[in-house]
């Protein structure tokens, strides 16, 4: 790694891990109140649909889900092949989705809803 890149992982990096988790502490500054309802590093897909925002943990749908939203059924599942979640309409198509972590997703879609509990 040249020096600029350790000088950089030196500052940025270990020490404030190890205090306050994988976020350095001037980021958090900048973000309201947390969702506590998971982790806030939980991998999973974040589904948009009409202004309706629904958070899939990755744990939760690796065999595969159906979720029904209205008229409409919603197939999650994780991907064999690479590993990550996807979302299709039971008759077609697929809705607006983010491969996301559970923080990033809950501060952009305050409220959303949450499968599994």
Do not use: S
């Given at each position: 790694?040249?020096?600029r890149g350790?000088?950089?992982?030196?500052?940025?990096?270990?020490?404030?891990?190890?205090?306050?988790?994988?976020?350095?502490?001037?980021?958090?500054?900048?973000?309201?109140?947390?969702?506590?309802?998971?982790?806030?590093?939980?991998?999973?897909?974040?589904?948009?649909?009409?202004?309706?925002?629904?958070?899939?943990?990755?744990?939760?749908?690796?065999?595969?889900?159906?979720?029904?939203?209205?008229?409409?059924?919603?197939?999650?599942?994780?991907?064999?092949?690479?590993?990550?979640?996807?979302?299709?309409?039971?008759?077609?198509?697929?809705?607006?989705?983010?491969?996301?972590?559970?923080?990033?997703?809950?501060y952009t879609?305050?409220?959303?809803?949450?499968?599994?509990?």
């Amino acid at each position: 790694m040249p020096l600029r890149g350790r000088l950089i992982a030196a500052l940025f990096g270990g020490h404030w891990q190890r205090r306050k988790g994988m976020m350095p502490g001037f980021f958090r500054k900048t973000m309201g109140a947390a969702d506590e309802r998971l982790p806030e590093h939980t991998q999973g897909l974040g589904v948009v649909v009409d202004g309706e925002a629904r958070f899939y943990p990755k744990a939760r749908i690796a065999g595969g889900v159906a979720d029904r939203w209205g008229e409409r059924v919603l197939r999650v599942g994780v991907d064999p092949r690479d590993g990550i979640p996807r979302a299709a309409w039971a008759d077609g198509g697929a809705p607006m989705q983010l491969f996301a972590r559970w923080y990033g997703f809950a501060y952009t879609y305050p409220g959303c809803g949450l499968f599994g509990g």
